[in-house]
């Protein structure tokens, strides 16, 4: 669990990261949305991450250079997967599957 590519960027940006690997906790963690001040969300889901605008700019630019690319996979890939895009929590891994929301 503690490779998972979704995290690394996360825990060099400071969050703390709580595993739930039991069953139950999948069915826990969906009716704990806050502790004291703290917001929790499920990394393996979509969300989003504060970000300026100067990161905004360059996600849009690569973005839009990887369209191509992007296109592809998910036209390989359609039975599989509902879509392909560039992914901004990823550091040192090339590529993550993730769930709906």
Do not use: R
Request: charge should be negative; charged fraction near 35%; hydrophobic fraction near 40%.
């Amino acid at each position: 669990m503690k490779l998972n590519p979704l995290i690394t960027k996360l825990e060099k940006m400071g969050y703390e990261i709580l595993f739930f690997d039991k069953p139950i906790d999948e069915f826990a963690f969906q009716e704990i949305k806050k502790y004291e001040d703290l917001t929790m969300v499920n990394c393996a889901n979509k969300f989003d991450l504060p970000e300026s605008d100067i990161e905004k700019k360059k996600y849009g630019v690569i973005s839009n250079d990887f369209k191509p690319l992007t296109k592809f996979l998910e036209e390989v890939l359609t039975k599989h997967v509902k879509n392909v895009k560039i992914s901004k929590l990823l550091d040192d891994y090339p590529v993550a599957i993730t769930s709906g929301e």
